[in-house]
């Protein structure tokens, strides 16, 4: 009744005024495509789902209008059954969209056009290296006006000097702060883009040979850069490397072991055991050593000189070095490949990923709350923020601050910002220094310092400003991803994308696979009905084997013959003995620890444990070796299905006679797959790394090119040559084709099923919510 009250005497003001009101112009409805129930959506919607899902999972193939417009109904049917049990409004399901939403506007809150620039001007200096030293007097972001000024007057004087012609080196080792570089007169080595911070490559990008910098400044504080030289890029290096740590507090006897261990690791090396071998074996470098060691794609800059000098000096792929220290330990480094820079629009992803992620990153994010200020009003409360301010002191510096609550009467809930009108209060700003604080390290420190080293420099009140600082641009970012469904349609028709597909997961495992899955009556009746169709026609139990020669194929399958377990040409070290001696000795269990875990790591290995004993000893001393030896690898988890045991019981032939009371070691394996890969771990090169390659398995006729290429499957080695590649197709069984049991056909019924259950629920929500189309929409969007 109120509205229309309002209307009459709106109408009535109109009429009584003498000039009429101008007539504003209504965009026309949208037209509707597709009606659900009560709800509509326009061909507008359905036109921008298809062209961005236009393609089908072919990608060669093009879905038609009417096909995708089924698949879209179906779609929104499912979203509004999830809409009715109330999926869109669970706690878990605000989260979840909360995560998306804030991972989707991260692409929208990026200047793109300062990010483009400066991945091109980051792609022109990686056309060049530059040798840089550098001297740093040490700064805090958070130092007093008073403190920022000595320390940009100390590095002023020494270029001063410099300039005079003293030695800059010198001046590096006597004054620069930065403990990993001073000793080294500063030297950076060669640099190129992204090998150090962003001020400081700039320094070095724009400073001619032989020339000083004026002052930089960095978060660490204030630096002079002189460049050495300059060359034309080496390009980027991929590379594998064995490393073996040094613990920064190692003594001398913890030093030496190191060296004894990278030292064994390059002997066997030389001895002809292949790199991925001894990297699994013996690289502390967990992150690369299951991998074969190796490390992403680099340019110099990136890592340690030595490494890096050491890298860039191999020739040619699959060369290694010597074992090469750094302050990370010892390493042994291996050419995969060498590459030029490639072309800007290759690398172009990568750098703009690259720009957001190091130190260019507060600059970009600098120039986006510029922006955004430009936008939404700021105001900052000034007497609040002042007494807020004045709450900071010294633990600020340490990352402990703390508050209690309720604050200071002057203080407590009282505005601090308003952004767009928006009034943000100091207990929120205090919540967020809490969360946000780090301690402050001093940067004339290592990396490596401990927290007891941490010393607390820098003014509490300028570090609570700088927080506050980031605490508006942060709220000044959430205002603009919240205005983003109303700036940018793009982004509001990608997260209604989102949204739908998150409802769309849930509601079919609930109403679909959730059912099909545990629907076991289902699945058995379905099953019954249908057992016609689940059959295995006849297929072949066969290993393939493809080699890149055909010496390397018959060496594979001679390896192969007979029954498993198949030797493999891998053993341990030998375990020696004292005479007459039997029990373990401390350095013996360790050395066995080694079988154990390439036991562990090797599941479908057997380990041969053979002992013998020299003319000297009785008779049952080899085999009370060969018990202890046993016991402490299966008190250690290898079990005694996987040991074989050989005993001479006397002379081992042609051995001397100290190596008759060794115990020895030989592996074998009842996986094929095990015999291919210790023959490729001799033969391996850089551009062949799997010369031989052995895959089992279980093939019907049509499954395999291999098979296909055998006119009569017969059990046995087969060899032929498709494509001029030797190949061998051993065959162990011919299965005759046969019914499929249930266990066999559950994958295919349960899918099977779960399209039965899809297309009845589906039924339903037609039925729930009648489905009216408009025809003469469809037809013009087909044509």
């Known amino acids: 009744m109120r509205h229309f009250t309002g209307g009459i005497l709106l109408a009535l003001i109109v009429t009584a005024c003498k000039t009429p009101a101008p007539i504003v112009q209504q965009a026309p409805p949208k037209p509707v495509i597709l009606t659900l129930g009560n709800k509509s959506f326009t061909t507008d919607d359905f036109f921008q789902s298809f062209t961005k899902n236009q393609l089908s999972s072919d990608s060669t193939q093009r879905t038609d209008v009417k096909e995708y417009f089924d698949l879209y109904t179906n779609l929104k049917l499912k979203v509004l059954a999830a809409e009715a049990e109330g999926r869109d409004t669970t706690e878990a399901f605000r989260e979840e969209m909360t995560t998306y939403r804030k991972q989707l506007a991260q692409s929208y809150l990026t200047d793109k056009v300062l990010v483009e620039s400066m991945a091109a001007e980051a792609y022109q200096r990686m056309q060049e290296e530059v040798n840089v030293s550098h001297i740093l007097i040490p700064v805090s972001e958070d130092a007093l006006p008073a403190d920022t000024t000595k320390a940009y007057e100390t590095v002023l004087a020494l270029r001063k000097q410099a300039l005079s012609g003293t030695d ?35 320094a070095a990008y724009t400073t001619s040979i032989g020339g000083i910098s004026q002052p930089v400044r960095s978060r660490f504080g204030y630096h002079l850069v002189k460049v050495n030289g300059r060359r034309p890029s080496r390009g980027r290096v991929r590379v594998a490397h064995i490393l073996v740590r040094i613990s920064p507090s190692a003594d001398e006897s913890g030093q030496k072991s190191a060296q004894e261990r990278i030292d064994a690791a390059y002997a066997r090396l030389k001895a002809g055991d292949s790199f991925e071998l001894v990297c699994k074996e013996v690289s502390d470098d967990a992150t690369s050593k299951t991998n074969g060691g190796t490390l992403p794609i680099f340019e110099p800059g990136r890592w340690v000189p030595a490494f890096e000098d050491a890298a860039f000096a191999l020739a040619k792929s699959g060369d290694y070095s010597k074992p090469v220290k750094t302050n990370y330990g010892w390493h042994i480094i291996r050419l995969i490949e060498r590459k030029g820079l490639e072309s800007y629009t290759t690398m172009a992803p990568s750098l703009r990923q690259r720009v957001t992620t190091d130190s260019r990153a507060d600059i970009v994010r600098q120039a986006t709350i510029q922006r955004l200020r430009t936008q939404y009003p700021v105001q900052e409360m ?64 290592s990396a490596n310092a401990s927290a007891g080293e941490i010393t607390a420099i820098g003014s509490p009140m300028v570090a609570m400003r700088r927080l506050f600082n980031r605490f508006v641009g942060d709220q000044l970012m959430t205002v603009e991803e919240q205005n983003l469904d109303k700036k940018s349609p793009e982004f509001r028709a990608l997260l209604n994308e989102i949204r739908d597909g998150v409802l769309l997961s849930q509601v079919m495992e609930q109403n679909v696979w959730e059912r099909s899955m545990v629907d076991s009556t289902g699945q058995r009746q379905y099953f019954e009905q249908n057992k016609a169709k689940y059959t295995y026609s006849e297929r072949a139990v066969a290993t393939i084997l493809v080699a890149s020669t055909d010496s390397l194929l018959r060496q594979a399958t001679t390896a192969l013959s007979g029954k498993p377990p198949y030797q493999l040409r891998r053993s341990a070290a030998a375990l020696p003995f004292d005479k007459s001696q039997t029990i373990l000795t401390p350095r013996q269990r360790e050395s066995l620890f080694d079988i154990v875990v390439i036991m562990g790591n090797n599941p479908n290995y057997v380990v041969e444990v053979t002992g013998s004993h020299d003319p000297t000893e009785r008779d049952s001393v080899s085999a009370g ?20 045991e050989k005993d001479y019981q006397g002379a081992r032939p042609g051995a001397v006679r100290d190596a008759q009371r060794n115990v020895t070691f030989q592996y074998f394996s009842t996986a094929r797959e095990d015999v291919v890969k210790t023959i490729n771990s001799k033969n391996a090169t850089t551009s062949v790394p799997s010369p031989i390659t052995a895959t089992t398995g279980i093939y019907a006729e049509g499954e395999s090119p291999y098979l296909n290429a055998i006119e009569q499957w017969k059990v046995g080695a087969t060899f032929i040559r498709p494509g001029n590649k030797p190949v061998a197709v051993i065959i162990d069984r011919i299965e005759p084709a046969r019914p499929k049991t249930f266990a066999e056909a559950r994958g295919t019924v349960i899918n099977e099923y779960q399209a039965i259950l899809e297309k009845q629920w589906l039924a339903q929500l037609r039925q729930k919510y009648p489905v009216k189309v408009n025809d003469d929409e469809i037809r013009k969007l087909a044509k």
């Open 382 to 445: 000034t007497p609040v923020l002042d007494l807020a301010l004045a709450k900071a002191d010294s633990s600020l510096l340490r990352g402990q601050w703390r508050y209690t609550e309720p604050l200071d009467p002057t203080i407590q809930n009282k505005v601090i910002l308003t952004i767009a009108n928006q009034p943000y209060t100091v207990n929120q700003f205090f919540a967020y220094v809490r969360q946000r604080q780090q301690p402050q390290r001093n940067p004339a420190m």
């Open 625 to 644: 070796r060969i018990r202890s030896v046993v016991g402490y690898l299966q008190k250690n988890g290898v079990s005694l299905r996987r040991i074989m």
């Open 168 to 202: 800059f080196a010198q001046l590096a080792r006597e004054h620069s702060k930065d403990a990993t570089t001073a000793q080294n007169g500063g030297s950076l080595g060669y640099i190129s883009a992204f090998g150090i911070v962003y001020p400081l490559e700039t």
